[in-house]
């Protein structure tokens, strides 16, 4: 399966039951140039739309009752890291969302597996419906890792998250884009063939691995 989610030095992070193996972050990467694209304008998303709020945190950021009621919490078969949404069978893993981590009592990190492979516009567009509108790009790339496995990595801010205390300063986050194996939960990098999504509530770093 796929990726340990980085923890702040300055905070504690929850990691309830769940599922899928972690492997420890790599170093060495490939820094990629800088893009102040446009943000995220669709709306946020929301699993049952009586229930969730309107502030656009329904999933990053979002309290652990919101994220329960919103992404629907679903311990089926889990037994190490935290997970929840739909089952799925993309990139060799069960639930939607894995290693889910908490920071301050609201979601800070997870793995997401797409619903289906997407290119990397298409992945994008659905990761970023787990966050407010107005999140906005500020830097992207194509990371490396010593093993072999690539990703795409982008960086992002949030005036919302910023509010509620999760991110170092200023709303940042980044997602981390990939094709996961469905044998061995390897990432390579094949933008036409995104189904698994990293999100972590901390700026991806050019020249670590992925």
Avoid at 4 to 28: E, N, P, Q, W
Avoid at 86 to 113: A, K
């Amino acid at each position: 399966m796929r990726k340990t989610l980085a923890v702040l030095l300055f905070t504690v992070t929850i990691v309830l039951g769940g599922c899928g193996t972690s492997t420890s972050a790599r170093s060495s990467g490939n820094s990629g140039t800088g893009n102040s694209g446009a943000g995220n304008t669709g709306a946020a998303f929301s699993g049952n739309s009586d229930t969730c709020p309107s502030n656009g945190l329904t999933g990053f950021g979002a309290t652990q009752k919101v994220w329960n009621e919103c992404q629907g919490a679903d311990l089926r078969g889990c037994s190490e890291d935290s997970c929840a949404g739909p089952l799925t069978t993309v990139g060799g893993v069960e639930e939607t969302f894995i290693e889910v981590e908490f920071t301050g009592g609201r979601v800070s990190g997870y793995t997401q597996t797409l619903p289906g492979p997407m290119d990397i516009a298409q992945a994008e567009t659905a990761a970023l419906q787990l966050f407010p509108s107005g999140a906005h790009e500020v830097a992207r790339g194509i990371a490396a890792s010593s093993d072999g496995e690539t990703c795409r990595w982008v960086n992002y801010q949030s005036a919302t998250i910023a509010t509620v205390g999760i991110t170092l300063k200023d709303g940042d986050f980044s997602l981390e884009f990939a094709h996961a194996d469905n044998t061995n939960g390897n990432w390579t990098y094949e933008p036409n063939d995104i189904n698994q999504v990293l999100a972590i509530n901390i700026w991806y770093i050019p020249g670590n691995g992925c």
